[in-house]
């Protein structure tokens, strides 16, 4: 089995601060790891993933994510927030000896104040 | 721009009406699409899996009955709420591979909303 926790509902950051969004992961072998955005009534969108090799995976919109086997972690970063960046943020993980089933947490809302 | 097409995005109708909602692939093949629920403030339920040319596989607690999948082609699933009733009002949304590899992400539609008065 496979599942996904995103520790925080909400993260509330001042624009051009940093921001993390929280995630750890557990799967039997190894992960795939996505992270999606959400804006309202909408679908989701892809923002970034990782496969193998580099730790440190660049996306979408100036996103950053890194992967941390040994703490089976998968943080999304991002140097300067921006308001626009306010969404809501899901964490999904498939097991590469698996389906194609994404597994998702339960989703961090981000909210950037000027 | 969307490489999958959800429709429609509302949909408001009355208890007892049948609700239809189709995610099409737009420029590629998906031989298995994900139909997901979503409920306020919460993240993604995964309802079913949509197979071409076979039957659909349901989730543990989802209705087969209530909850109508076809599959009818490599571009198109089709989501049937049958005899909808106000508990069904949610955010429904659909989502296909690009291929069968499963290191690509998955691709979503804009979601329908569907409020049962």
């Given at each position: 089995a496979q599942s996904v926790a995103q520790p925080e509902d909400q993260v509330n950051v001042a624009e051009g601060n940093p921001l993390t969004v929280k995630c750890t992961y557990s799967v039997s072998g190894n992960p795939y790891l996505f992270w999606y955005v959400q804006y309202p009534n909408r679908g989701l969108q892809f923002l970034l993933k990782y496969i193998?090799?580099?730790n440190l995976v660049k996306g979408s919109y100036g996103f950053e994510a890194e992967f941390n086997k040994s703490q089976t972690s998968f943080h999304l970063k991002k140097p300067s927030a921006l308001v626009s960046d306010s969404a809501l943020y899901f964490c999904a993980v498939r097991d590469r000896n698996a389906g194609n089933m994404l597994t998702f947490g339960g989703g961090t809302r981000l909210m950037v104040k000027p | 721009g969307a490489v999958v097409s959800q429709h429609p995005s509302w949909v408001i109708c009355k208890s007892g009406t049948s609700v239809k909602i189709e995610c099409r692939s737009l420029d590629f093949q998906a031989t298995t699409m994900f139909w997901y629920r979503q409920f306020p403030k919460q993240s993604l339920m995964l309802m079913a899996t949509s197979n071409e040319g076979s039957k659909a596989t349901y989730e543990q607690g989802v209705e087969k009955d209530k909850f109508l999948i076809n599959h009818?082609?490599?571009?198109l699933s089709t989501l049937t709420v049958t005899s909808a009733h106000p508990e069904d009002s949610s955010f429904y949304i659909c989502s296909a591979p690009r291929?069968?590899?499963?290191?690509q992400p998955q691709h979503f539609g804009d979601g329908t909303r569907l409020s049962i008065l």
């Open positions: 193998t090799g580099d | 009818a082609s490599l571009t291929g069968n590899r499963r290191d």
